[in-house]
């Protein structure tokens, strides 16, 4: 089978973030048993090592820049470039930074390649790629969107917690584009995958007819092997990229709000913030005793060993998280939100604690302090739930079969 995988983000390497993982880990999956290519997008940062280290996965490997932005050279033209990728959004009903990374060369590329029917089959790693898709495409070949998440739900749940850091901005997209825009979009594919049960409930809203298949993420069990032993101790983990708006509410809620409280019966309480680009938000943290700020790390699943609980305390967002996943695969035990089990089955067996509310992990943190047994209970759990529901392998074999179909 002959596969062209669109990646608006650069999926390289594979612990720059959750679209990464899964984009990365799908199509090493794929190229296995078919020919991939892979047309994608250079973002800041990424370097040439990172984009030789790429084609190794892949059959061919398609890098393009990504827009100049000529609106932000001067201040005046900032603002009217600024109004009008707005007017446009709301004309098109596409959200603006899918319209800022929107590159003709590729749109080209893809136009011509269906023209000369040279793949099987398209597939759009988040949904922000599906502007390359036309809908007379889905007549000549069979297209796939790979949705992470409802960017609808996504900006809706953040503006209920009060987690958008725009608030004026984001209720306009959700009435006059973000709604229209995946109603739109979803129309033009063939095959439509979610990564949870949640996040197809929320589609349906939006159009009950369509036929939606849950492909959830999966871990690395190379890179995340279960730990030798239980540090022990009083020390806390959340992990993730510290500049997106879902963690930085995330870390700020629990340093604010559980850290202190907890404190007053563990004193030597750590709370460790490990993560990629920490916002200054996330920096300003490290001011509050017991509260440690990392940055970037080598190897995520050393720090995972060393800690005791990892916390998962996300009040926005939806799909599934791979740094609970990826904290289970490690056998560490977890206590998290709603968000942050979503589309997990935790409770029988008993695989992880559920909290929302600080009193909820003060309690459940504090259960996992005092009881050397239930650490391991959540840990062997845990770790048995990723090893049978939840490794790329599992995930990738079920998106073959979608892509076969």
């Keep these: 089978m002959r596969i062209l995988m669109l990646s608006s983000t650069f999926p390289y390497p594979p612990s720059r973030g959750g679209t990464e993982i899964r984009t990365f880990n799908l199509l090493k999956y794929l190229q296995r048993n078919h020919s991939v290519t892979l047309v994608t997008q250079q973002d800041e940062g990424v370097a040439l090592s990172d984009v030789e280290e790429l084609r190794k996965y892949v059959s061919e490997l398609m890098v393009f820049p990504l827009p100049p932005d000529v609106a932000e050279k001067k201040a005046v033209a900032r603002i009217f470039g ?88 984001d209720r306009l997209y959700l009435s006059l584009i973000l709604k229209r825009y995946e109603q739109r979009y979803c129309n033009k594919f063939s095959h439509i995958v979610v990564t949870t049960e949640d996040d197809r409930q929320e589609f349906l809203k939006l159009r009950p007819e369509m036929e939606i298949q849950v492909i959830p993420n999966g871990v690395d069990l190379d890179l995340f092997p279960y730990r030798s032993h239980d540090p022990g101790g009083h020390k806390l983990i959340f992990v993730g990229a510290m500049d997106a708006s879902h963690n930085i509410d995330a870390a700020r809620f629990f340093a604010l709000e559980v850290l202190p409280e907890l404190q007053k019966s563990y004193a030597d309480a750590t709370f460790s913030i490990v993560g990629t680009r920490p916002a200054p938000e996330i920096l300003a943290l490290k001011e509050i005793p017991g509260v440690i700020v990392t940055g970037r ?109």
Aim: proline share 6%; aromatic share 8%; net charge neutral.
């Design 297 to 405: 790390i080598p190897s995520m699943v050393e720090y995972l060993h060393q800690s005791t609980v990892c916390v998962v305390p996300l009040r926005t967002g939806f799909g599934i998280k791979n740094k609970t996943l990826e904290a289970m695969a490690a056998g560490v035990p977890v206590v998290a939100s709603d968000r942050g089990l979503e589309g997990l089955a935790i409770d029988t067996p008993i695989r992880a604690l559920r909290a929302n509310q600080p009193q909820d992990y003060v309690s459940a943190i504090s259960q996992l302090f005092e009881s050397p047994p239930l650490r391991d209970q959540l840990s062997k759990n845990g770790r048995e739930l990723i090893e049978t529901q939840f490794t790329w392998a599992i995930a990738g074999k079920s998106y073959e079969q979608i892509c076969l179909e």
């Design 82 to 169: 600024k109004i009008g990728r707005f007017t446009e959004s709301v004309i098109k009903a596409t959200p603006p930074n899918v319209l800022h990374r929107y590159a003709p060369e590729i749109q080209a590329l893809v136009d011509n390649y269906v023209a000369a029917q040279q793949f099987d089959v398209i597939t759009c790693e988040h949904s922000v790629n599906e502007i390359y898709i036309r809908p007379e495409f889905r007549h000549r070949i069979k297209t796939v969107v790979d949705i992470h998440s409802s960017v609808y739900s996504w900006t809706n749940d953040h503006l209920k917690m009060g987690a958008s850091q725009n608030p004026l901005r």
